[in-house]
């Protein structure tokens, strides 16, 4: 499970707080802590927290690269900010992200080509977030065959299938599994399956129960990362066990232990 | 129309162990074995590098064996009285190196102390100069008395010891930590309790690159193809990532095979099954040349046809599919 730390984001008050004050530690703290607990990749976003966007990613980059060698996933909705900011992120980079509309995934496949970068694609086109798996799939097809003639590699493509709250469209958990099944059909090799996990239980009761039980379902239908809180102990265990379930790897009575061992060992 | 390249990729390669120390690295071997390194499965270099060559390690005993068929004594004779001569008989049979099984150190064997066996592997140690393995009697309690003291008298020497089990690791880790030598973790037949002991031994301080796997052998006829499947299962899942099978794998192939009734029998007991000379060695030879197909590096053997046939396989085997 590729695992990107959800939490330098200007949503959380902490983090907030942290790009008003110029105050590095929190986000020093928040970067090691999320590394530790298995995160392969940190989400950087500052969200509504500053009004020159570009400004606080930049700090909020230049932070964490004190303490942290780890992918950065360059989190912003501005194509402005993102095509300035990415060339001057320092090591590994995730462009997220392009919707799937034809000129917006050129512009952004383009970024990522020149910049060794990865990116991640939403399947979400003008119209929004498609309510059906049918038109999901058809993104994912869009995304694959743009991908293929940009020449981004499909081990530096994510796509995002979108989950919405369960609250909100009971529905979609369902049909996103089933979008994400069916992308996996059309290529090979298969670019990561990507969820912005957390979504699921926005505004819900019990959000870690219903994050943990919709990861083990999204992992059975091929979802290999995803956005997420890795400060969530059961949460990470909930991923390790369902992969390991999968048969990625071997069971041994340590196997939390051991998996753990094996992402610190290899970062 | 274009044939597709069906080659896998493999993310990591096998850890190469090396066993013996030279002079200048504190120890007084010839040369230094190593073993692993390998980046795909076996006899498939077409998809990456092969690795070390399979070695053999010539078995040896503390003491004389009683039980051994007579296609077996009769090429060492006398040196079935004296382990360093053994030793020296199963080096000029072309092995690599020593495997020094401490079996009289069994309660109910000769039950030799920890200072016997410990002169001993000074003996073997004396008498050849190529890397030596020390292998326990398998009695948790005795091991942890006889092997620390064994550990103690070759230090230096880069020996690989064994063997540390789910339930008696403790010891033995911290004896070859302390004495610099390479371990041997064995699990009877089963991938995940493979991992589980590699997992205490980490848990203990020992590096699992230094750590060899024994995952148990069975003879052709006598579960062989059990083995084979542990061992590739095992071999696919390190190459693929998982640092706890990672490892080296050892197969004691000589005992095992030795104890089928169709290596052991005289010509008299079973006159259908050919002669006794060709029938012992094929068993053998027969049972490592398959564990080698499964991903065996290092192999304990017996007889010297066996080993030659071994041997002459490996010579085959490491240029199939190169490129």
Redesign the interface.
Same mark, same amino acid.
Request: hydrophobic share 45%; charged share 20%.
């Given at each position: 499970m590729y695992i990107i730390g959800e939490r330098i984001n200007g949503m959380f008050n902490d983090v907030k707080g942290a790009i008003l004050n110029k105050d590095g530690s929190v986000v020093h703290d928040l970067a090691k802590r999320q590394v530790a607990a298995g995160a392969d990749a940190l989400d950087v976003n500052v969200g509504p927290a500053s009004s020159d966007a570009e400004g606080a990613l930049m700090w909020l980059v230049e932070e964490i690269r004190k303490v942290s060698d780890a992918p950065l996933c360059i989190d912003t909705a501005k194509w402005s900010v993102m095509s300035s900011v990415i060339p001057k992120v320092p090591g590994a980079r995730i462009i997220n992200s392009s919707k799937a509309d034809p000129e917006e995934l050129e512009q952004y496949m383009g970024l990522a080509v020149e910049n060794d970068a990865a990116l991640v694609t939403l399947t979400i086109d003008k119209q929004g977030v498609p309510s059906d798996v049918d038109r999901r799939v058809e993104m994912g097809a869009l995304i694959l065959t743009t991908a293929e003639a940009a020449g981004l590699p499909a081990d530096r493509l994510f796509i995002d299938t979108i989950i919405l709250p369960v609250n909100v469209a009971p529905q979609q958990p369902l049909s996103v599994l089933s979008a994400m099944q069916q992308i996996q059909m059309l290529a090979d090799p298969m670019p990561h399956l990507l969820l912005g996990l957390s979504n699921v239980s926005q505004n819900c009761n019990e959000r870690s129960l219903l994050n943990r039980t919709y990861l083990a379902m999204a992992i059975a239908c091929g979802l290999d990362s995803a956005i997420m809180d890795p400060l969530d102990t059961e949460l990470v265990d909930a991923a390790i066990t369902a992969e390991m379930m999968m048969g990625k790897?071997?069971?041994?009575? %340590?196997f939390l232990?051991?998996e753990r061992?094996?992402k610190q060992? %290899?970062s | 129309m274009e044939v597709p390249d069906t080659s896998e990729s493999w993310k990591t390669k096998i850890n190469t162990v090396a066993i013996g120390a030279t002079q200048d690295e504190g120890g007084t071997r010839a040369g230094v074995v190593r073993v692993g390194g390998a980046g795909c499965i076996p006899g498939a270099a077409y998809e990456g590098d092969a690795g070390e060559r399979p070695v053999v390690a010539v078995e040896v005993w503390d003491v004389a064996p009683d039980n051994w068929p007579a296609e077996l004594t009769r090429h060492y004779g006398d040196a079935l009285n004296d382990p360093g001569a053994w030793a020296q008989k199963g080096i000029e049979m072309g092995a690599d190196l020593v495997c020094l099984k401490l079996t009289g150190t069994h309660p109910d064997a000769a039950d030799r102390s920890a200072e016997e066996a410990a002169t001993t592997v000074k003996a073997v140690l004396k008498a050849v100069d190529v890397p030596l393995i020390v292998w326990g009697c398998g009695v948790p309690e005795k091991d942890n008395k006889v092997l620390p003291a064994c550990a103690s008298a070759a230090s230096g020497e880069n020996c690989l010891l064994g063997s540390i089990t789910e339930k008696n690791y403790r010891t033995l880790v911290a004896a070859c930590l302390a004495d610099g030598h390479k371990l041997i973790s064995e699990s009877p037949l089963d991938i995940n309790i493979a991992k589980q002991v590699n997992i205490l031994a980490q848990d203990s301080g020992f590096d699992l690159k230094d750590i060899v796997i024994f995952p148990t052998t069975g003879a052709l006829g006598y579960g062989l193809e059990y083995v084979y499947s542990i061992m590739e299962r095992g071999r696919i899942a390190g190459l693929s990532g998982d640092q706890l099978l990672q490892q080296p794998v050892i197969s004691d192939v000589g005992a095992e095979a030795w104890r089928a009734k169709e290596a052991r029998a005289s010509d008299d007991d079973v006159p259908g099954l050919g002669p006794a000379e060709r029938r012992g060695p094929l068993w053998e030879g027969i049972t490592a040349t398959n564990l080698l197909q499964a991903g065996g590096d290092i192999f304990i053997m017996r007889h010297p046809e066996a080993m030659k046939m071994f041997k002459e396989a490996v010579d085959e085997f490491m240029g199939v599919g190169s490129v």
């Amino acid at each position: 499970m590729y695992i990107i730390g959800e939490r330098i984001n200007g949503m959380f008050n902490d983090v907030k707080g942290a790009i008003l004050n110029k105050d590095g530690s929190v986000v020093h703290d928040l970067a090691k802590r999320q590394v530790a607990a298995g995160a392969d990749a940190l989400d950087v976003n500052v969200g509504p927290a500053s009004s020159d966007a570009e400004g606080a990613l930049m700090w909020l980059v230049e932070e964490i690269r004190k303490v942290s060698d780890a992918p950065l996933c360059i989190d912003t909705a501005k194509w402005s900010v993102m095509s300035s900011v990415i060339p001057k992120v320092p090591g590994a980079r995730i462009i997220n992200s392009s919707k799937a509309d034809p000129e917006e995934l050129e512009q952004y496949m383009g970024l990522a080509v020149e910049n060794d970068a990865a990116l991640v694609t939403l399947t979400i086109d003008k119209q929004g977030v498609p309510s059906d798996v049918d038109r999901r799939v058809e993104m994912g097809a869009l995304i694959l065959t743009t991908a293929e003639a940009a020449g981004l590699p499909a081990d530096r493509l994510f796509i995002d299938t979108i989950i919405l709250p369960v609250n909100v469209a009971p529905q979609q958990p369902l049909s996103v599994l089933s979008a994400m099944q069916q992308i996996q059909m059309l290529a090979d090799p298969m670019p990561h399956l990507l969820l912005g996990l957390s979504n699921v239980s926005q505004n819900c009761n019990e959000r870690s129960l219903l994050n943990r039980t919709y990861l083990a379902m999204a992992i059975a239908c091929g979802l290999d990362s995803a956005i997420m809180d890795p400060l969530d102990t059961e949460l990470v265990d909930a991923a390790i066990t369902a992969e390991m379930m999968m048969g990625k790897s071997i069971y041994c009575d %340590s196997f939390l232990t051991a998996e753990r061992k094996r992402k610190q060992l %290899s970062s | 129309m274009e044939v597709p390249d069906t080659s896998e990729s493999w993310k990591t390669k096998i850890n190469t162990v090396a066993i013996g120390a030279t002079q200048d690295e504190g120890g007084t071997r010839a040369g230094v074995v190593r073993v692993g390194g390998a980046g795909c499965i076996p006899g498939a270099a077409y998809e990456g590098d092969a690795g070390e060559r399979p070695v053999v390690a010539v078995e040896v005993w503390d003491v004389a064996p009683d039980n051994w068929p007579a296609e077996l004594t009769r090429h060492y004779g006398d040196a079935l009285n004296d382990p360093g001569a053994w030793a020296q008989k199963g080096i000029e049979m072309g092995a690599d190196l020593v495997c020094l099984k401490l079996t009289g150190t069994h309660p109910d064997a000769a039950d030799r102390s920890a200072e016997e066996a410990a002169t001993t592997v000074k003996a073997v140690l004396k008498a050849v100069d190529v890397p030596l393995i020390v292998w326990g009697c398998g009695v948790p309690e005795k091991d942890n008395k006889v092997l620390p003291a064994c550990a103690s008298a070759a230090s230096g020497e880069n020996c690989l010891l064994g063997s540390i089990t789910e339930k008696n690791y403790r010891t033995l880790v911290a004896a070859c930590l302390a004495d610099g030598h390479k371990l041997i973790s064995e699990s009877p037949l089963d991938i995940n309790i493979a991992k589980q002991v590699n997992i205490l031994a980490q848990d203990s301080g020992f590096d699992l690159k230094d750590i060899v796997i024994f995952p148990t052998t069975g003879a052709l006829g006598y579960g062989l193809e059990y083995v084979y499947s542990i061992m590739e299962r095992g071999r696919i899942a390190g190459l693929s990532g998982d640092q706890l099978l990672q490892q080296p794998v050892i197969s004691d192939v000589g005992a095992e095979a030795w104890r089928a009734k169709e290596a052991r029998a005289s010509d008299d007991d079973v006159p259908g099954l050919g002669p006794a000379e060709r029938r012992g060695p094929l068993w053998e030879g027969i049972t490592a040349t398959n564990l080698l197909q499964a991903g065996g590096d290092i192999f304990i053997m017996r007889h010297p046809e066996a080993m030659k046939m071994f041997k002459e396989a490996v010579d085959e085997f490491m240029g199939v599919g190169s490129v």
